[in-house]
């Protein structure tokens, strides 16, 4: 994961990844998200293309990650 993570990074015009993620209540969504850093070596940073807004992810919590073109992806997504 941390590897798929790290290329969105360094090629952000390019990429984003697709992920399901648990939040704290144990709620699943689907996200889209454009990560922008690691913090620590437990989550990152990343622009959460569904809420519009920059949002803290916990790598445990992160299922089924895959990079996205990201021409493929229109603003804002539907979550």
């Given at each position: 994961?941390?590897?798929?993570?790290?290329?969105?990074?360094?090629?952000?015009?390019?990429?984003?990844?697709e992920m399901d993620y648990v939040d704290?209540?144990?709620?699943?969504?689907?996200?889209?998200?454009?990560?922008?850093?690691?913090?620590?070596?437990?989550?990152?940073?990343?622009?959460?293309?569904?809420?519009?807004?920059?949002?803290?992810?916990?790598?445990?919590?992160?299922?089924?990650?895959?990079?996205?073109?990201?021409?493929?992806?229109?603003?804002?997504?539907?979550?």
């Amino acid at each position: 994961m941390n590897t798929i993570l790290r290329r969105a990074m360094h090629d952000c015009d390019n990429y984003v990844i697709e992920m399901d993620y648990v939040d704290a209540e144990g709620n699943q969504t689907h996200r889209i998200v454009s990560p922008i850093r690691f913090m620590g070596s437990y989550r990152f940073l990343g622009l959460c293309l569904c809420r519009e807004a920059p949002r803290q992810f916990q790598l445990s919590r992160c299922k089924n990650v895959r990079l996205t073109a990201a021409a493929d992806v229109l603003m804002p997504v539907a979550m």
